[in-house]
Structures are given as structure tokens and as C-alpha cells.
């Protein structure tokens, strides 16, 4: 085989693949730009604002995400996991002696069973129970909206975060085209270089 030919194949072969890459990462960049703005769309519409400083309970503080980005609107992925976590979470816990809406919603109609089955025997407890129930209904509720929202918010951040790897990417395939195109360069020199006789045993 004549080494030009040789070379004409890599030359080729590499303008092909850089070109290739080139699209992968241009595809990569759209999705990422895409995901980042989506993202911070959703929550700016949402009208959260971190709590400020001067307002934070101690136990808040011990986050360092809050304190950073205290009295800032929510409207990154990484905010949006800081404020699941380090916030709502921390709260939620204060709801019902840190036990879980499933938990709580458990407990709720056992209580509301008791209290219909007192007031059925016109047991004396029964009004104590009735109203035991309904604040164990009312954590329900709260667990239900705090756990809810935290929830959209880590979707929020899973979201930002494969935006994230998608830039990574993009930018590596952007590197890999930008060396393959530079070799391709190099071997057109090449090519113009040698002779049309010389011949690879």
C-alpha cells in the first residue's frame, strides 16, 4: 500500500470523526442549555427566597448552603437540593417528632378510629380523642405539602445535574473533535510531504 494513500484514509477518517463529535457536542451543549434554563425557570416561578441571615435558627446555620446563600431567590439545582435538605427536611423532622407522613398518616386513622369508636360508645374520652386525632390529621397535611414539595425540588436538582454531566460531556467531545481535527491538519501536511512512490511494506 502507498504510504499517501495510507495517510489520505486517516486524514479522512479523522475529519469524519471530529466532524461527528462536533455534532455529539453541539447536541450535548443544546440539552445542557436546555436543562439549565428549564430549571431555573421553574423555580424562579415558584418565588422562593432563602431565608436571610440574621433570621436563621442555630440549627440552620450548622448548614453551610444556607448560610451561603441566605435571603437569595431559589433558582439553581444546587439551591434547590440545599433548600430540600438542609431546610424543609430539617422542619419536616420538627413536625412529628421526626416521623414520616406515611408514619403519621398511619397514626392519624388509628386515632380517628379510636375517636369514632369512643364517640359510638359514648365513652367520657372521646372528645379528647376526637381532638387528638384531628392535630395528628393536621401534621398529615403538613408532612404531605413539606414532603411534596421537597420532593419537586430534588426532581429540580436530578434534573440541573444531568444537564451538568450533558456540559461535561459536551466539552470533552468539543476537545476530542478540536485534537482530531488538529491531527488531520498534521496529516494533510504529512501527505503533501511524501513522496507519491513510497510504499509501506
Do not use: W
Not at 479523522?14 to 439549565?36: D, E
Not at 425557570?41 to 422562593?48: A, G, M
Not at 453551610?64 to 424543609?88: R, T
Request: glycine share 8%; aromatic share 6%.
Amino acid at each position: 500500500m502507498r504510504r499517501r494513500t495510507l495517510d489520505l484514509f486517516f486524514v479522512v477518517g479523522g475529519f469524519a470523526l471530529a466532524v461527528l463529535l462536533l455534532v455529539l457536542g453541539l447536541v450535548l451543549q443544546s440539552n445542557a442549555t436546555f436543562a439549565n434554563d428549564y430549571v431555573k425557570e421553574q423555580l424562579s416561578s415558584q418565588r422562593i427566597t432563602f431565608t436571610p441571615a440574621a433570621n436563621l435558627a442555630p440549627e440552620e446555620k450548622r448548614a453551610g448552603c444556607l448560610v451561603a446563600n441566605a435571603g437569595k431567590p431559589l433558582a439553581s439545582g444546587p439551591q434547590a437540593e440545599c433548600y430540600a435538605n438542609e431546610y424543609i427536611a430539617l422542619h419536616l423532622t420538627e413536625v412529628n417528632d421526626g416521623k414520616t407522613y406515611s408514619e403519621t398518616s398511619g397514626a392519624a386513622r388509628a386515632a380517628k378510629t379510636a375517636a369514632t369508636a369512643a364517640k359510638e360508645k359514648g365513652a367520657p374520652d372521646a372528645a379528647a380523642l376526637d381532638e387528638q386525632a384531628q392535630v395528628l390529621d393536621g401534621k398529615v397535611q403538613t408532612l404531605f405539602r413539606g414532603e411534596t414539595l421537597r420532593g419537586l425540588l430534588l426532581t429540580s436538582y436530578g434534573f440541573s445535574e444531568f444537564g451538568r454531566k450533558a456540559g461535561q460531556a459536551a466539552l470533552v467531545s468539543f476537545l476530542v473533535a478540536g485534537v482530531l481535527l488538529l491531527a488531520s491538519i498534521a496529516g494533510i501536511v504529512h501527505l503533501t510531504r511524501t513522496s507519491k512512490n513510497e510504499v509501506i511494506e
